[in-house]
């Protein structure tokens, strides 16, 4: 199956600050990316859809000035965590379709796990 | 009532059994199903994928999709230890639209 990367795979901050995590698909392009959050022992949440070269689409009650998304390229979406506090640990991930206006198959990264002291 | 919808479990087999996973759901634009098996702390792998209704195999694995029933199972032949996740339906219209997620069901396989 198709390659998604996440980086990276943990990350501890300090409140206040500002956390970037990257998703790259490895082996195809991707005009569309999902980013998702997931807490224990509960499904995934979807959180944005990231289009490259336009602006991502968000969830409702998702803070689109609290998660940037940047999909700068057809095989790189970002996401930043802005000002995160504790509230803001989960688990990341993000997932992405190969090609143009593919079915709904999906590939996911390994996850970001986020911890805001 | 959720669009999808997914008995949480836990469900404990012992090895070498027979696993049945359902998901049911509301929604009769789904055309595409998967079944993704989520280890902890890692992100979710795609198992199987299907189009429409009937069935598809793949090793241990079968998919089956009921689209008049709005019914979808995985089958696990000769369950292994390995096994052992949280597996987690996901279906989609299709094309650009999003893809709604089961809340997964956490197998154990007992050696």
Not at chain 1, 16 to 43: H, N
Not at chain 1, 68 to 97: G, K, Q
Not at chain 2, 55 to 69: L, P, W
Request: proline share 5%; charged share 20%.
């Amino acid at each position: 199956g198709a390659v998604v990367s996440q980086h990276p795979s943990w990350v501890i901050c300090k409140s206040g600050t500002s956390v970037k995590i990257e998703c790259r698909s490895l082996d195809f392009q991707a005009t569309t990316m999902f980013w998702y959050r997931q807490f224990p022992k509960q499904s995934l949440m979807l959180m944005a859809t990231s289009n490259e070269g336009s602006k991502a689409t968000y969830e409702q009650g998702v803070e689109k000035d609290k998660f940037l998304i940047n999909h700068a390229s057809l095989t790189l979406s970002t996401l930043t965590v802005t000002s995160a506090h504790p509230e803001d640990s989960s688990f990341y991930i993000c997932s992405a379709r190969p090609g143009e206006g593919s079915t709904g198959e999906l590939f996911f990264g390994e996850g970001s796990r986020l911890t805001v002291l | 009532q959720k669009e999808v919808e997914q008995d949480p479990g836990p469900l404990s087999v012992p090895e070498g059994a027979i696993v049945s996973l359902n998901c049911t759901y509301s929604n009769s634009a789904f055309q595409y199903f998967m079944w993704y098996r989520q280890y902890s702390r890692k992100g979710p792998e795609l198992l199987m994928y299907t189009y429409s209704s009937g069935n598809k195999e793949d090793g241990r694995f079968t998919a089956q999709v009921d689209k008049s029933s709005k019914y979808i199972s995985l089958f696990i032949r000769d369950s292994q230890p390995s096994d052992s996740a949280t597996y987690l339906c996901a279906m989609s219209p299709g094309g650009y639209q999003k893809v709604t997620f089961g809340t997964g069901t956490k197998l154990q396989v007992i050696p």
